[in-house]
């Protein structure tokens, strides 16, 4: 079962925008990000986004209430991590 599949049945996911893929991360070039967005069946949202750079892998994640959270602070949560040098 892929991770994603997994996070997915763990926070009873039941809508999916689907992959975005093709996210860099000006910190570290080599990095590939892919996004998505859930909504569970508590009507939460969730912003979900994975990194890898071939050694590590991360996912980060937000939930809340609909439209939450306000999307500039999503994308600094979003695109802030950085890997171990």
């Known amino acids: 079962m892929p991770y994603r599949d997994f996070l997915q049945e763990q926070f009873a996911v039941i809508a999916s925008a689907g992959y975005g893929k093709g996210h860099t991360l000006e910190s570290t070039p080599a990095a590939i990000g892919v996004i998505d967005y859930w909504e569970n069946v508590d009507g939460l949202q969730y912003a979900v986004k994975a990194w890898c750079d071939g050694d590590y ?29």
């Open 57 to 85: 892998l991360a996912v980060l994640l937000l939930c809340g209430p609909q439209e939450y959270p306000v999307f500039s602070v999503q994308e600094m949560f979003l695109n802030g991590f950085r890997f171990p040098e």
